[in-house]
């Protein structure tokens, strides 16, 4: 993380008049990582990859490749356009050692598909795999994305805690990734609504990834489908703000999105890019937020969460109520409450609050110490401290950052 000032004045190098006052940037040594599922399928041509890049990719989990050969290709367009991929063809079963060898120093991977969401029963099976893969490249990720609390004990094999322990425990993970899709419309419902057991997936894997020293990926739903007794509509901008911001403010260091692409043979399905390669009207919503989130990346990028709290009448399973941190007097919100997170970076300390609601504004009224400033979209801290009781008006789903120098 740097500091970079800019002082808006005049062109040609013009000395500055003493009254302006230089405003501060905050800036980051690498983007921040986001991830496509189900990302440019095989034989296309570099310009797709170039427009997965430019909606703000980095990392593609890449899927329905056929072979070894197919997959250089792609993955040599891939470094053109600077992305990088998680490989998974058949021969990393079929031929694992010879396969990961080929493919280990290309510098477009990153790592291996493992298992998606494992349940008790594949326990063996996904840890030898692992295993495996690390033996012959210690270097890349062996990519595994657990279930979440919310689904049936049933189907996981065992309780959610124990499930969360013993995945984590047993697997030689090297990042901590979970599947939640949180706005839906339940069958026979005519409103959508947010999954009332989200936030207490994400308490439990942010706690069990700052537990075990490895980065969170969390994922976000940026495709339109129906799954067994419910719909997830097509993600409006605050659907994607409220997922984005809230997955941030837990900590999570890398963003994927399911899906980019509209998958092979689905029906009722609406992706970021359709089948034919077209953009459908998800994609500049996607770009947007993934703008966003790439400006801010001097904060995000190696934050750490210090705290999490909530506020509102009724708070989310598994959270707990605001405890108003220093140096924060005030901080009050209306409507269904907001996400309160404490992050660090570096000599920086950030206090994050998100909108709760994905279809209502939420006034925020804050004061602190004059020494904490609102940090804007372009990572520009603001002129004026918080000495002076201020209101905010957050959009749905959206969020407003506070920051301070710390000794």
Same mark, same amino acid.
């Given at each position: 993380?740097?500091?970079?000032?800019?002082?808006?004045?005049?062109?040609?190098?013009?000395?500055?008049?003493?009254?302006?006052?230089?405003?501060?940037?905050?800036?980051?040594?690498?983007?921040?990582?986001?991830?496509?599922?189900?990302?440019?399928?095989?034989?296309?041509?570099?310009?797709?990859?170039?427009?997965?890049?430019?909606?703000? !990719?980095?990392?593609?989990?890449?899927?329905?490749?056929?072979?070894?050969?197919?997959?250089?290709?792609?993955?040599?367009?891939?470094?053109?356009?600077?992305?990088?991929?998680?490989?998974?063809?058949?021969?990393?079963?079929?031929?694992?050692?010879?396969?990961?060898?080929? !493919?280990?120093?290309?510098?477009?991977?990153?790592?291996?598909?493992?298992?998606?969401?494992?349940?008790?029963?594949?326990?063996?099976?996904?840890?030898?795999?692992?295993?495996?893969?690390?033996?012959?490249?210690?270097?890349?990720?062996?990519?595994?994305?657990?279930?979440?609390?919310?689904?049936?004990?049933?189907?996981?094999?065992?309780?959610?805690?124990?499930? /969360?322990?013993?995945?984590?425990?047993?697997?030689?993970?090297?990042? /901590?990734?979970?599947?939640?899709?949180?706005?839906?419309?339940?069958?026979?419902?005519?409103?959508?609504?947010?999954?009332?057991?989200?936030?207490?997936?994400?308490?439990?894997?942010?706690?069990?990834?700052?537990?075990?020293?490895?980065?969170?990926?969390?994922?976000?739903?940026?495709?339109?489908?129906?799954?067994?007794?419910?719909?997830?509509?097509?993600?409006?901008?605050?659907?994607?703000?409220?997922?984005?911001?809230?997955?941030?403010?837990?900590?999570?260091?890398?963003?994927?999105?399911?899906?980019?692409?509209?998958?092979?043979?689905?029906?009722?399905?609406?992706?970021?890019?359709?089948?034919?390669?077209?953009?459908?009207?998800?994609?500049?919503?996607?770009?947007?937020?993934?703008?966003?989130?790439?400006?801010?990346?001097?904060?995000?990028?190696?934050?750490?969460?210090?705290?999490?709290?909530?506020?509102?009448?009724?708070?989310?399973?598994?959270?707990?109520?605001?405890?108003?941190?220093?140096?924060?007097?005030? /901080?009050?919100?209306?409507?269904?409450?907001?996400?309160?997170?404490?992050?660090?970076?570096?000599?920086?300390?950030?206090?994050?609050?998100?909108?709760?609601?994905?279809?209502?504004?939420?006034?925020?009224?804050?004061?602190?110490?004059?020494?904490?400033?609102?940090?804007?979209?372009?990572?520009?801290?603001?002129?004026?401290?918080?000495?002076?009781?201020?209101?905010?008006?957050?959009?749905?789903?959206?969020?407003? /950052?506070?920051?301070?120098?710390?000794?």
């Amino acid at each position: 993380m740097s500091i970079a000032c800019s002082s808006g004045g005049k062109e040609g190098g013009d000395p500055i008049e003493p009254e302006e006052v230089k405003k501060v940037q905050i800036k980051g040594n690498r983007e921040f990582p986001i991830l496509a599922w189900i990302g440019v399928p095989p034989n296309v041509d570099v310009s797709a990859y170039n427009t997965m890049k430019d909606a703000g !990719f980095s990392y593609d989990l890449m899927t329905f490749f056929g072979n070894a050969d197919q997959l250089q290709v792609a993955l040599d367009k891939m470094q053109g356009a600077g992305i990088k991929g998680i490989i998974n063809i058949p021969e990393l079963e079929t031929d694992m050692e010879a396969t990961i060898n080929r !493919f280990k120093h290309h510098p477009a991977v990153i790592g291996y598909t493992v298992y998606d969401e494992p349940r008790m029963g594949a326990l063996q099976q996904v840890k030898e795999k692992m295993q495996r893969i690390q033996s012959y490249d210690p270097n890349r990720i062996s990519y595994v994305n657990l279930l979440a609390s919310g689904v049936a004990e049933s189907y996981l094999g065992a309780p959610f805690t124990e499930y /969360l322990e013993t995945m984590t425990t047993e697997l030689p993970l090297q990042m /901590l990734s979970f599947s939640y899709y949180p706005i839906m419309l339940m069958d026979g419902k005519s409103e959508l609504e947010l999954d009332r057991n989200w936030y207490e997936s994400l308490e439990a894997f942010s706690a069990k990834s700052k537990e075990l020293n490895i980065p969170l990926w969390t994922l976000n739903l940026s495709s339109s489908h129906h799954h067994i007794d419910r719909t997830f509509p097509v993600p409006t901008l605050p659907h994607l703000r409220l997922q984005v911001y809230s997955n941030l403010a837990y900590g999570s260091q890398v963003l994927q999105y399911y899906t980019y692409w509209t998958p092979r043979d689905a029906t009722g399905y609406q992706a970021p890019i359709k089948a034919d390669g077209t953009k459908s009207i998800i994609y500049d919503r996607l770009r947007q937020v993934n703008k966003e989130v790439v400006n801010l990346s001097g904060i995000f990028v190696g934050a750490k969460k210090l705290d999490v709290w909530h506020t509102g009448t009724q708070l989310p399973l598994g959270t707990k109520a605001l405890v108003l941190p220093e140096p924060f007097e005030v /901080l009050q919100t209306t409507g269904d409450g907001a996400v309160v997170s404490l992050l660090e970076n570096g000599k920086r300390r950030y206090l994050m609050v998100v909108n709760r609601s994905f279809t209502q504004s939420m006034s925020l009224t804050v004061k602190a110490k004059d020494n904490v400033k609102e940090v804007d979209k372009e990572a520009y801290l603001s002129t004026d401290g918080l000495g002076v009781q201020k209101q905010y008006t957050v959009e749905p789903g959206d969020m407003r /950052l506070f920051s301070w120098e710390t000794p």
